[in-house]
């Protein structure tokens, strides 16, 4: 699913049928939800994706670029078979744009989307990629176009997708001078960047990445990457940053240890007022209500959290999503996904 600050939005769905005992027999259908500006409920249109077998599976990813724009990237099997999709009315027509890298940019236009391609060597594959840079995917057509001007941060920057709602944009990687975790941030659309080196726990092997997220009084940013002791985790979290400048200076809160929790994270972590902030771990969700230095277990179970112009986004449960625009406050929505009725 992907969302506008206008209210509204895009979301993939896809139905696959076959026999179990058969399963070439099988394919899938994949259709675009979309809510226009204004509108009470979701429409289904014609997805620009080919149909596929139940053997091939389905690998698409799609990207809100604004107020009826979106862009779908094609995850075929063979790079040379795949293909992106642009929209510009509301998914009401498609058209194929190159998915290569062409030219720069002096800035991330609103409605842009902040992501990555392989530098080094040109347009190679994600697992022989050496050296990759800052790509931006343009609201006008779709096209990819690299960031003129990128912060230092080691060979495999990896930025925050969407601004914060501050405005300000968001990049981890690792400092090139001591290799430690490192975070950048431009207040200006990507024309100039500030890197600041995280005070990160002592640790064996470099961190994986840094997920940011901005609250109304205080920047987090958590450290993810292999745990030293205890039971081994998915997407475990090593420590949790906070900054009361705007990320010029930064304090380690929370040092995840072999048993205390939370020690994953799934998504961003979610800031709210006062030192508040929420983490959804693999099991459970916490809430911490002094910055991060001490956590209590919630009831509501775990949620991935990402952001959209619209604040931050989390499923509750199947095709069920929350919003929230301060961390506390979350509004409920559904998207009827399994009956294909949005």
Known sequence: MGLARDGSGFALLAECVGDPATPETGFCRQHVAVRDAGAKEWVLRKSPLPRTTGTDGISAHLLALGPGRALIEDGAVEPQDARNWFTRDGGRSWRAVDRRTVGTTPEIPAGAV???DCASPAGGHPDACERERLVVVSPQDGRRRALARVPLLGARPLPAGQPEPDGSWWVSGTDPLSGRAAVAVSRDGGRAWTVGRLPSPPATGHGW?????VGQDAVYAAEMGELTGGEPV??????????LDGGRTWQRMWTTGPTAEPRTLLGLPVPGPGGRVEIGGEQAGYRSLDGGRTFVRLDEGSHHTRRTPLGLLRESSSCRYELTADGVRWSEFGLACENRTP
Do not use: C, E, G, W
Request: no cysteine; hydrophobic share 35%.
């Open 114 to 116: 902040l992501t990555t």
């Open 234 to 243: 998915k997407n475990p979290m090593r420590a949790l940053h906070r900054s």
């Open 209 to 213: 990445y840094t997920s940011v997220a």
